[in-house]
């Protein structure tokens, strides 16, 4: 196994499924200092603070959507909220009430983590983009699945294996990433939105996200069983060969910041057009500069930035591999494979065929961008 750092260049959120409500599950409280914090309620506290004898008037509270604090003040006026949070989180979100948060993955012992899956489905995504490039012939076959629906199951299992035993992934270990406990801020998300008016800045559709802040560091282990792959296919296994860039950790860094290099440079070329005919994406391409720098700066078989989780959106989530597809007029095209895509993809895709694909991006309402992480070889 080999120890690899992770450091958070941006914020990233993984969920945990949670959506919590804002005065039930959390509240937003001040300082001494006026910063703002969220306090994430402990349910196993509220009990001895009110009194067992309270209960069905606690469970009436719940069903009413009783603001916590006032329900615990009712019968314990000198209770704080320390009395009944078990932990807080910075509040980026501007002080704006935004009914539910999205709470962050911790472990059993409330530590925010970062899975192994997270971490090798983005660098899955990144190898098969990065193959898919060489194979557009066989894509067009493989994109739709025996009842004719386009399907990234099918090129995946011609590219990797069809089933779990024969996927060479499996030989591709990646542990959990811990961080420590104190590290996790709340962001106000909200669109970069191709619209028809000019400002590109659309709040219509904010969602508080809780994170792991930017600026972080962990390790987790990492390897490419390459012994118990080369085993298990002299042994009768039908693998896959090995795709190209994991023959070794070195190699697939090096494959992994190539991949976020172009959808970068791709970012920054797009917005910068959309830029000159409207507002409001500067915040945007200054932010996705400095990400390219640091992407340009990584060490050659050493370091790679990667993005995963929450707000990556359509292109970093898939890697973009099918805008090899893409031509001037496949909006227009019902048989162009980019037209087939983009109508698999978008709900209610109908209603936009006007606008380009993906027309919208998430960030923080001050500009600041989720899931950039660096990977370094120990």
């Known amino acids: 196994m080999s120890k690899v750092k992770i450091e958070t260049f941006t914020a990233v959120h993984i969920g945990n499924g949670n959506l919590l409500q804002k005065d039930m599950d959390y ?16 349910p196993r506290k509220i009990l001895p603070l009110i009194g067992v004898e309270h209960l069905n008037d606690w469970l009436l509270a719940i069903e009413r959507k009783e603001d916590i604090r006032k329900f615990v003040a009712r019968f314990n006026k000198k209770a704080t909220i320390d009395d009944y949070i078990f932990r807080s989180i910075t509040d980026y979100t501007g002080g704006k ?11 059993g012992m409330g530590v925010p983590y970062i899975p192994g899956s997270s971490i090798k489905g983005a660098i899955r995504t990144a190898v098969l983009a990065t193959i898919a490039q060489g194979k557009r012939a066989s894509l067009e076959h493989w994109m ?39 590290c996790e801020v709340a962001y106000r998300m909200v669109n970069l939105n191709i619209r028809k008016t000019d400002s590109l800045k659309d709040g219509s559709k904010p969602q508080a996200v809780e994170a792991i802040s930017c600026e972080f560091e962990s390790e987790f282990d990492m390897r490419i069983s390459k012994a118990a792959y080369g085993y298990a296919k002299t042994h009768g296994s039908k693998l896959k ?32 057009e959309v830029d ?14 400095q990400i390219l720098d640091e992407v340009e700066k990584c060490k050659q078989g050493k370091e790679c930035i990667l993005r995963l989780g929450h707000g990556s959106g359509w292109r970093f989530i898939t890697g973009a591999w099918a805008e090899m597809f893409r031509t001037e007029d496949w909006k227009d095209d019902s048989n162009n494979m980019y037209h087939k895509v983009v109508w698999a993809s978008r709900p209610k895709a109908y209603q936009y065929q006007e606008y380009d694909f993906p027309k ?8 600041c961008l989720l899931g950039f992480v660096k990977l370094s070889l120990k």
């Open 276 to 289: 000159e005919q409207k507002s409001g994406a500067e915040d945007y391409l200054s932010n996705m500069k």
């Open 144 to 182: 739709f699945n025996l009842k004719g629906k386009l399907s990234a199951k099918k090129v995946e299992s011609e590219l990797f294996g069809p089933t779990a035993n024969e996927d060479v992934f499996r030989f591709f270990q990646v542990g959990d990433a811990y961080f420590e406990k104190g």
């Open 27 to 42: 509240v937003i409280y001040e300082d001494e200092d006026k910063d703002s914090y969220i306090g994430i309620i402990n």
């Open 241 to 272: 060969d090995l795709p190209a860039g994991m023959d070794s950790l070195s190699s697939l860094f090096d494959l992994v910041n190539e991949h976020t290099y172009g959808l970068v440079r791709k970012e920054i070329t797009y917005w910068t």
């Open 360 to 367: 919208s991006r998430r960030l923080d309402y001050e500009g």
């Open 97 to 107: 009430s935004l009914g539910t948060l999205k709470e962050c993955l911790h472990n």
